[in-house]
Nanobody, 119 residues
Framework: QVQLVESGGGLVQPGGSLRLTCAAS????????MGWFRQAPGKEREFVGR????????YYADSVKGRFTVSRDNAKNTVYLQMDSLKAEDTAVYYC????????????WGQGTQVTVSF
C-alpha cells in the first residue's frame, strides 16, 4: 500500500520558517518526480514546487520563488519543503504528491498538513 505522509505544519508568525516533511512508504521515491501543492480555504489547489527524481532540478511557483526550497533524500524516501519568510497568504493545507517519471499527472497524494501564518 502506497502512502505519503506529510508532517511539520503548524502555526508560525509572518516572517518565520517551517520545514515540511513528506515520508513515503510502499514505493521508492527515487523513481518519482515529487511535487508540493497547497490549498487555501475557498481556493483551488495550486502548485508550489517540484523536484525531479535525481534532485538535480527544481521548479517553483512565482509566489514562492526565493522563499521556498524543495529537497529530497532518496535514501530516506523523504522529500522536504523548506519555507522561509512566510506570509499570511501562505496559509493553506500543503500536500505532497508523486509523479512517475514521464507522466503528466501525479498518481499519489498525501493527506495534507495545515500551515497557518498569523500573529
Amino acid at each position: 500500500q502506497v502512502q505519503l505522509v506529510e508532517s511539520g505544519g503548524g502555526l508560525v508568525q509572518p516572517g518565520g520558517s517551517l520545514r515540511l516533511t513528506c515520508a513515503a512508504s510502499g514505493l521508492s521515491l527515487s523513481r518519482y518526480t515529487m511535487g508540493w501543492f497547497r490549498q487555501a480555504p475557498g481556493k483551488e489547489r495550486e502548485f508550489v514546487g517540484r523536484i525531479t527524481w535525481g534532485g538535480s532540478n527544481t521548479y517553483y511557483a512565482d509566489s514562492v520563488k526565493g522563499r521556498f526550497t524543495v529537497s529530497r533524500d532518496n535514501a530516506k524516501n523523504t522529500v522536504y519543503l523548506q519555507m522561509d519568510s512566510l506570509k499570511a497568504e501562505d496559509t493553506a493545507v500543503y500536500y505532497c504528491a508523486a509523479r512517475t517519471i514521464g507522466a503528466e499527472n501525479y498518481a499519489y497524494w498525501g493527506q495534507g498538513t495545515q500551515v497557518t501564518v498569523s500573529f
